[in-house]
């Protein structure tokens, strides 16, 4: 069947097979690997059933209305999230809007609900602390109850740990906004990338020596501003290609207000203007800083490079 990627409701689904269908429900946010043992026990149902794995999920995040000054920053788009999810072998993602109207449907409500859509809905899989309907009341305790009710059965899966703390969303927002790249990519269960069209720059890092790829790009959650080392891909490119990359806001040459990302390929750069590419971050070398002078940034830029280039021959 045809993966259907950012169906904005429920209702919007049409065409599916006349088999059962296993959801698994959740933000989802980074689809890490706490995520995928929800989404994977769906699907590895699915296919021993010969059903469906589909995953239920939101956008924007619920605080977003609930407390909109100051809401959760995402890790991902939606377009993206719905890309890791059928890249995991999910056979149709609804990425369902969060709305006042959706926020008020009661916990009581909330099977009766997804049925009138999904009416061949065989099996909900969650974590075990999901919560759900109007003021979060609904937990497993209730999502048990109600599911029997309409010949729906439910899988709830445990936390895991990694180094004896429970991987979490919140836990790698906060690896990324400190600069913990590696430890973010251990959680993650793949390395965190960031996607854009290479744009014109002024050739500043070319009139140093270093030339780079200006990739405009600011997620909703920021990593923090420094220097990774990176892997450079895109669809036209043979494989991914090294490189040092500055994530942040150029106070030495440009001191601007929307962050960029800027990628110096170590070695020939098959990427132009123009070019859609994919960014990996390995590891952070160092946090963005303002240097005294141009000479003093061509000289750390050379550090940096070094030390990138050190850093991927170690990892060969």
């Known amino acids: 069947m045809a993966l259907q990627l950012q169906v904005n409701h429920l209702s919007e689904v049409s065409g599916l097979p006349p088999k059962p269908l296993h959801l698994a429900i959740g933000m989802f946010d980074g689809v890490h690997l706490g995520h995928r043992a929800v989404v994977d026990a769906a699907i590895q149902s699915a296919r021993r059933s010969g059903g469906i794995a589909g995953v239920l999920t939101f956008w924007p995040h619920p605080s977003a209305l609930f407390r909109p000054e100051n809401p959760t920053r995402l890790m991902v788009s939606a377009a993206i999230k719905g890309r890791l999810l059928a890249a995991a072998g999910v056979d149709v993602v609804i990425s369902q809007r969060f709305t006042q109207e959706f926020s008020e449907i009661e916990a ?59 991987i979490s969303s919140t836990r790698v927002r906060e690896y990324l906004e400190a600069g913990a790249i590696e430890e973010a990519n251990a959680i993650l269960g793949y390395t965190y990338f960031a996607e854009g069209v290479v744009t014109p720059g002024k050739a500043l890092g070319r009139d140093l020596g270093f030339p780079t790829l200006n990739i405009p790009w600011d997620p909703e959650l920021r990593p923090r501003y420094g220097v990774y080392v990176v892997r450079v891909s895109g669809p036209k490119s043979a494989g991914k290609y090294p490189g040092v990359a500055n994530y942040g806001l150029r106070p030495t040459v440009e001191q601007s207000d929307q962050p960029r990302l800027e990628v110096h390929v170590l070695g020939p750069c098959p990427f132009a203007g123009g070019d859609t590419v994919q960014v990996e971050w390995l590891k952070f070398l160092r946090p963005e800083m303002k240097f005294g002078s141009v000479g003093e940034l061509t000289a750390q830029i050379a550090k940096d490079r070094a030390e990138a280039d050190a850093f991927l021959k170690s990892e060969a």
């Open 108 to 166: 009581e409500e909330f099977l009766p609900y997804l049925k009138r859509y999904l009416p061949r809905l065989s099996t909900i899989y969650v974590g075990e602390n999901w919560k759900f309907g109007r003021g979060r009341r609904g937990d497993i305790g209730l999502l048990l109850t109600e599911a029997k009710k309409h010949g729906v059965a439910v899988v709830s899966a445990q936390r895991i740990n990694h180094n004896g703390e429970a």
